[in-house]
């Protein structure tokens, strides 16, 4: 809205900042964190007049969470709302990715959060059937990278090679759903302890804030050798978005939880990360980045996998952060130990734009 009050204005004045993407991102970050520490306590109020016994907690889990009963899930709303009205404001509105993007967040928010209202009203941690859940996460993704692709080739880059890609043509848009989808369970599955999610997207936004914004410049991205997609820099400011709604979520959401992310945050953030990676062409460094959300969900897998084929468990509970809870760890522990870990994947993602 403030980019086309600006455009009209001919940019002029302190208008000339809105021009930046960067002024923008920050602009952004602040808004949507602005917003989550003001809506934040009447609404975690709100949830926990409504929800009653709140999130279902496990009772096969490990047996300190059982303290955490009545403690009330959707916050992943606060994030949503945040992170909207901050786009809203500060984004160029005319541009496809923007769209795309936040057609994700939308549609895997909305997913998530009838799971979550499933699980609350029916006091079951089962939720809405998981094939269900990924028809429809499937079609959403499917819509997005329609959308996406259609402004981008269809090559698969590979990091530390410059300038080098894969046509996968038509399994692009096959690819791009499954890059998506996979990236929203992933963060769905890594959230299981308080802020453990939360921290780990912040970071994968930062970082991939840098890289949109360097894919989106083609001084930048002919310098590094990493593919330019022009307009991809708006995307920036979204992760900027993320970043904001991401922090006033974790300042209610710090260890004792006063409210969880539930489906409806951790499914659009993942979801919104997963977009974000194909369309600035960064799908392989999005696994790098988002590695500890990738080894999250292969422990389930493998746990799946091998208990259905021996009876016997590979990890004493699944997700890899349970099985941690289960060897000794405090909570607290293995939340700053996985942000640790967040933290050196993101530096070995941007250390793929230079090594090449």
């Keep these: 809205m403030l980019y086309f009050l600006a455009e009209y204005f001919n940019f002029e004045g302190l208008f000339n900042l809105v021009r930046y993407q960067t002024a923008r991102a920050g602009a952004t970050l602040l808004t949507a964190l602005l917003i989550g520490l003001l809506i934040g306590p009447r609404f975690i109020d709100m949830l926990r007049v409504r929800q009653g016994k709140g999130q279902p907690i496990r009772e096969d ?29 500060w984004m160029d509105l005319s541009n496809p990715f923007v769209w795309a993007c936040l057609a994700v967040t939308g549609g895997f928010g909305l997913i998530g959060f009838l799971d979550d209202y499933d699980k609350v009203t029916k006091a079951s941690h089962k939720g809405v059937s998981g094939r269900v859940r990924l028809l429809f996460e499937f079609l959403v ?4 990278s329609y959308l996406i692709v259609s402004q981008i080739n269809t090559f698969l880059y590979v990091p530390f090679v410059n300038d080098f890609g894969i046509e996968l043509g038509p399994l692009y848009f096959v690819f791009a759903a499954f890059v998506i989808v996979g990236a929203g ?11 453990l999610a939360t921290m780990p997207v912040i970071i994968a936004a930062g970082t991939f804030a840098v890289i949109a914004y360097l894919v989106g410049r083609v001084d930048y991205s002919e310098y590094l050798g990493i593919p330019h997609v022009p307009g991809a820099g708006e995307l920036a400011i979204l992760c900027a978005a993320i970043m904001g709604a991401g922090l006033a979520f974790l300042w209610f959401n710090a260890p004792p939880a006063a409210v969880f992310m ?18 600035t062409h960064h799908e392989v460094v999005l696994a790098i980045v988002g590695g500890l959300f990738v080894f999250e969900a292969l422990s389930v897998i493998i746990q799946v996998f091998w208990f259905k084929r021996t009876g016997k468990r590979v990890f004493r509970m699944a997700p890899i952060h349970h099985h941690f809870e289960q060897l000794g760890w405090s909570e607290s522990k293995v939340v700053i130990r996985f942000w640790i870990v967040a933290i050196v994947l993101a530096l070995l993602g941007l250390a793929t734009l230079k090594l090449r």
């Design 141 to 144: 993704a499917g819509v997005a």
């Design 185 to 195: 369970n992933a963060v769905n599955l890594t959230d299981g302890l308080d802020g």
């Design 262 to 279: 539930g489906d409806t945050g951790s499914l659009a953030l993942g979801g919104a990360l997963g977009a974000i990676a194909v369309a």
């Design 61 to 89: 889990g490990p047996q300190t969470h059982l303290a955490k009963v009545g403690t009330p899930t959707m916050g992943g709303l606060m994030i949503l709302i945040s992170l909207t009205l901050s786009m809203l404001l």
